[in-house]
């Protein structure tokens, strides 16, 4: 049985350059180890992917849509459908000191970003540079090895790893209620400190919402403990029943709520980090 278009899948993979079999990506912690990639603050773990809607690359999107659960299969992605053909165009010489105060430390191969762009330094000389915004990855063919790990197909797990995508939530972090048309969900003090948290909060809700029939209404509660609580207890489940801050500097309500009449169907689900991002990212 393949997928359909819009299924939630959990995709481990790794990601090489088909010529010189360098990875640039993974979510195997044993194949990171064996790239310069290895991070050891990161958890590496199977990613959610909504197969056939952009969420990685084309190649890849279009592979996975004749896939089954515990398939792996190695997929080979052309420059068309991976990140693009190399484009001169994309190539410009600046003066150096257009690059700011630390002109002068940039090198060959560093990654600066300029003019809400990011590129790649590839010459510098006579008070110039020479700046290529073609993707790291341009012209090159990808080879991925995936392994289709899980569908998730109950509302529970749907909300889990919707809220795991956005947010940097372990399995225990990621608190919420779901019951009918209703989900609350809890925001951890360090969470609700995180910078952009409204711009993710509106991502995550329109995820929700296209994923889940019937779901009219989610509420963002975050949860502030006095260090009393932090050290002798474990924070409560969180409650349908609005509740106020906890913190005792402030009685404003903590509560934020969206609330639809109908849910939203139109995919404003954000792109795959391997296709969108910019070269800094890849990564």
């Known amino acids: 049985m393949t997928f359909d278009k819009g299924s939630l899948i959990l995709l481990d993979y790794t990601a090489r350059i088909k010529d010189n079999g360098e990875i640039f990506e993974t979510t195997i912690e044993e194949d990171a180890k064996k790239s310069n990639l ?3 603050t990161r958890t590496y773990e199977p990613r959610l992917i909504s197969v056939g809607e952009g969420w990685v690359l084309k190649g890849l999107d ?15 992605i052309s420059p068309d459908k991976g990140f693009g053909e190399r484009d ?32 790649i330094i590839r010459y510098i000389g006579s008070g ?24 998730i ?26 019951n009918d048309d209703t989900v609350v969900i809890e925001l951890s003090e360090d969470i609700s400190l995180l910078d952009g948290l409204q711009i993710i909060k509106k991502a ?23 260090q009393k609580a932090k050290d002798s207890s474990s924070p409560p489940p969180p409650s349908s029943t609005p509740a106020n801050e906890t913190a005792e500097s402030s009685s404003t309500p903590a509560n ?5 009449n109908t849910s939203p169907r139109s995919d404003t689900s954000l792109r795959s980090e391997t296709a969108s991002k910019s070269e800094n990212k890849t990564e």
């Open 62 to 76: 279009e592979a996975l849509t004749s896939t089954d659960v515990g398939q792996k299969l190695s997929i080979e």
């Open 153 to 178: 197909e109950s509302n529970d797990d749907k909300i889990k790893y919707l809220l795991k995508r956005r947010l940097p939530l372990d399995d225990e972090k990621a608190k919420f209620e779901y």
């Open 128 to 151: 110039r540079v020479q700046i290529d915004y073609n993707h790291r990855l341009a012209s090159r063919v990808l080879v991925y090895d995936v392994n289709v790990v899980k569908k």
């Open 38 to 40: 290895y991070d050891p």
């Open 256 to 260: 934020q709520t969206v609330t639809s």
């Open 88 to 119: 001169t165009n994309k190539v410009r010489m600046i003066p150096q000191r257009k690059l700011g105060e630390k002109a002068n430390e940039i090198k060959v191969g560093d990654v600066v970003e300029l003019d809400d762009r990011t590129g």
């Open 204 to 226: 995550v809700t329109a995820d929700i919402f296209k994923f889940i029939d019937g779901l009219n209404k989610i509420t963002f509660q975050e949860v502030y403990l006095s």
